[in-house]
């Protein structure tokens, strides 16, 4: 059987993480959660040797879930930021340094407060203040180098008791790998997967410049402070991907906005 570049990667990771090892090699994405209480090395992927299951180099081209997040000490999270950044993680040793291929999607989840209550705000006693203390627990940097970043509102008896129409896995599916598809084949004379791994540096040539009227409300946040150069280049990327789900063949205004709205998480 002949891999694809990255599940060879994966396949070599799993071979250094004794409790996957022996699992069948797949193409499948991985999914993992993590414990409250882990500490760097458990969330990094670090330790006090090479060859450890730890849960980046195992999730490799996967989906790392980091539920509750501010639940989670400060440096736990902060050491996932090179990952986030560069694709791998690298660890120094008295033997030396080794670098291990992490790159994942990470998503992380976090409740208003730390009361939790199940009314929501209209149960929560806690103050503005307690609550932005709660949020900040997650650092700038790392939330500069995640994508998405939406608000959810509780779910009310109403929509619990009513069904809804809503679109199936299926559809969702089938849209998601037409647009995984048209990005793989724009990419590929560059050896690119997908638009994520895109340089910002590559979306600013003038191949790929998009026109100043469709970039205005990005720029204008960009001079404002409101995103930073790293959050500028995310938005870029996150645009081609609304345009490749939208089926267009590139990202105008709307599709930038969409990228933009999607980045500027409600704070109050």
Not at 24 to 38: F, W
Not at 127 to 134: D, W
Not at 149 to 164: D, F, K, Y
Not at 226 to 248: E, F, N, P
Request: net charge positive; proline share 7%; with cysteine.
């Amino acid at each position: 059987m002949i891999l694809p570049k990255e599940s060879q990667r994966r396949a070599c990771c799993r071979i250094l993480a004794p409790r996957l090892a022996s699992a069948p090699i797949s193409r499948a994405t991985r999914n993992r959660t993590g414990s409250h209480s882990a500490q760097v090395a458990r969330n990094s992927g670090s330790g006090t040797r090479y060859k450890h299951d730890r849960p980046l180099k195992a999730v490799h081209i996967g989906v790392k879930l980091r539920d509750e997040a501010p639940e989670f000490a400060g440096r736990a999270l902060d050491a996932l930021r090179e990952p986030l950044e560069e694709g791998y993680i690298t660890l120094g040793r008295a033997q030396g340094v080794v670098v291990y291929p992490a790159k994942v999607q990470l998503a992380l989840t976090a409740n208003p407060c730390s009361c939790q209550r199940p009314a929501g705000d209209a149960g929560c006693g806690c103050s503005a203040q307690v609550k932005r203390r709660y949020l900040r627990r997650i650092s700038g940097p790392l939330l500069d180098r995640i994508d998405i970043q939406v608000n959810l509102e509780p779910v009310s008896p109403i929509s619990l008791m009513t069904p809804g129409k809503s679109e199936s896995s299926e559809a969702v599916a089938s849209r998601v790998a037409r647009a995984r598809a048209t990005a793989t084949a724009r990419w590929a004379d560059l050896g690119l997967r997908c638009n994520a791994e895109v340089p910002g540096a590559l979306l600013r040539e003038p191949r790929w410049r998009l026109p100043p009227h469709d970039m205005a409300d990005l720029t204008a946040h960009l001079d404002q402070g409101v995103i930073s150069a790293r959050g500028y280049d995310r938005v870029l990327r996150l645009a081609w991907t609304v345009a490749d789900l939208l089926g267009r063949d590139r990202p105008h205004k709307e599709e930038v906005n969409i990228a933009l709205g999607l980045r500027l998480r409600d704070t109050d």
